[in-house]
């Protein structure tokens, strides 16, 4: 193995997790941010969009000795609680049985455990304030804008991880070596905050909140504070998008009719929802990930950022890191072999995760509080209890697995297609019968008609 001057761009949750796999590794790893050190300081009001953490992250955090040290903080979600506009909560189980969950965990605490995982780490140094203005990637030249001037680098391997706007990607779009296609949703979000009631939670806290509301929908994961951080999803123009409540009478009145059981659980619902900001959704589609010479890539939301609705994206950017890791470890850290295999091998997932991410806004806002899903996802799960093994719901394939999502997006498409084969065969069985039935009605309550039994199968014997 050679070792490697490595400059990481972002310390978000994805550039310092790649840290602390490389610092394993043996390299020596310059880790820079342009925000100030998120540990100090109460970070950006509204943004935080906590995380689901599944099986994809665990496992990632599990091979470097964090998993536990994260967890501690976590709180699983066993399934979907429905909030109807009238009428009672429903809870919509994740697994056939109940007993498998995702993990709420606030994207702040998850972030400053990783960066404190990546100081401690030997080789790797951390630069706040940094904020990247130039990239050579031909030569790994990098310059910097701080608070105190202009700052100069290099590196042998550039690496950009920070995120879905990343400067890393404009670096490389303006010198003409990647494309890029940035495909945003009309719809944004915003953050609000339900608060601990007496000191207990005001929800049940071992769901995921679900606030379905056909174009629109509002989510809400707990906290280990007893509060729950709930996100609007909302279109940005229209009668129920953001741009239509101007004022807290507005905010009032459109909260009381179309999310009743909201206000009295949120007394800073009108203030959060004015002073919050609106972000933006959308998915990165990059042609190419890395520059041949194997100096510089990009990884996670920089390369792929996706929409949150299956709660994949850091997820699917910790899978990104172990790959590469094991790339690096197939290639005797040959850079050069490595990135473009890793490329190979998480591209094609990472496009088929965010295609069903958004397959699954739709899912969330329109169908989950419809009967018709409802029976659905019932049948699916009397299939895995028929047929275990054999039939694996796509939402666990995703999240209780880690499985490549690509397999999982096609191996659910094949399910269904047998299922709705099956289906169209029980009811053309079920016709035929039917009109055997009939038929034999209309001969025995016909004038001489003598039949005893209804027409079938002839029988041995």
């Known amino acids: 193995m050679t070792t490697a001057e490595i400059t990481v761009v972002g310390a978000g949750l994805t550039g310092s ?93 998850l972030n400053n455990a990783l960066i404190d995982a990546a100081e401690a780490a030997d080789g790797v140094t951390l630069h706040f304030g940094h904020r990247l203005t130039g990239l050579d990637p031909a030569t790994g030249s990098l310059r910097f804008e701080t608070p105190d001037g202009t700052v100069r680098a290099s590196a042998s391997v550039v690496l950009g991880a920070d995120g879905a706007g990343s400067a890393t990607r404009a670096q490389l779009v303006a010198a003409g070596v990647i494309r890029e296609d940035v495909e945003f949703l009309d719809h944004g979000y915003k953050e609000l905050i339900i608060s601990a009631a007496d000191g207990e939670f005001a929800l049940s806290p071992d769901a995921l909140h679900i606030w379905p509301r056909g174009n629109s929908m509002m989510i809400a994961l707990p906290n280990p504070d007893r509060s729950f951080t709930c996100t609007l999803f909302w279109p940005n123009e229209g009668e129920s998008g953001f741009a239509s409540l101007d004022g807290p009478a507005a905010v009032k009145q459109y909260f009381g009719v179309h999310y ?23 998915t990165v589609h990059c042609d190419t990930w890395h520059v041949p010479g194997g100096r510089t890539a990009l990884i996670g939301d920089a390369a792929h950022a996706i929409v949150p609705f299956y709660g994949q994206g850091a997820n699917c950017a910790f899978e990104d890191v172990v790959e590469l890791d094991r790339c690096l470890t197939e290639t005797a850290d040959n850079w050069e072999t490595a990135l473009p295999l890793y490329e190979k091998r998480r591209k094609d997932n990472a496009d088929a995760i965010g295609r069903m991410a958004l397959e699954n806004f739709t899912e969330m806002r329109d169908k989950v509080a419809s009967p018709i899903f409802k029976a659905t996802r019932k049948t699916e799960h ?80």
Request: glycine share 12%; charged share 25%; aromatic share 6%.
């Open 17 to 109: 997790l790649l840290a602390c796999y490389l610092a394993r590794r043996g390299h020596q790893v310059s880790l820079y941010e342009r925000r100030p050190d998120p540990r100090v300081g109460d970070g950006e009001r509204g943004r935080s969009i906590n995380l689901a953490l599944s099986e994809r992250g665990l496992d990632a955090l599990r091979r470097i000795g964090l998993e536990h040290r994260v967890m501690a903080d976590a709180l699983p979600m066993r399934g979907r609680m429905i909030h109807p506009v009238a009428g009672p909560q429903d809870f919509q189980s994740y697994s056939r049985d109940g007993d498998k969950s995702i993990n709420s965990i606030s994207r702040g605490a």
């Open 260 to 282: 009743p059981d909201l206000p009295p659980l949120s007394p800073g619902l009108v203030d959060d929802y004015l002073r919050n900001p609106v972000g933006r959704l959308g």
């Open 382 to 461: 009397a299939l895995q209890r028929a047929l275990p093994g054999l039939w694996l719901s796509r939402y666990e394939l995703v999240s209780f697995s880690t499985a490549p999502y690509a397999k999982v997006e096609r191996r659910a498409k094949r399910q269904w297609r047998f299922l709705a084969g099956g289906l169209a065969v029980a009811g053309g069985m079920a016709a035929i019968s039917l009109r055997r039935i009939a038929s034999w009605n209309a001969a025995r309550l016909s004038p001489g008609g003598v039949r005893t039994r209804p027409p079938g199968p002839h029988r041995a014997g």
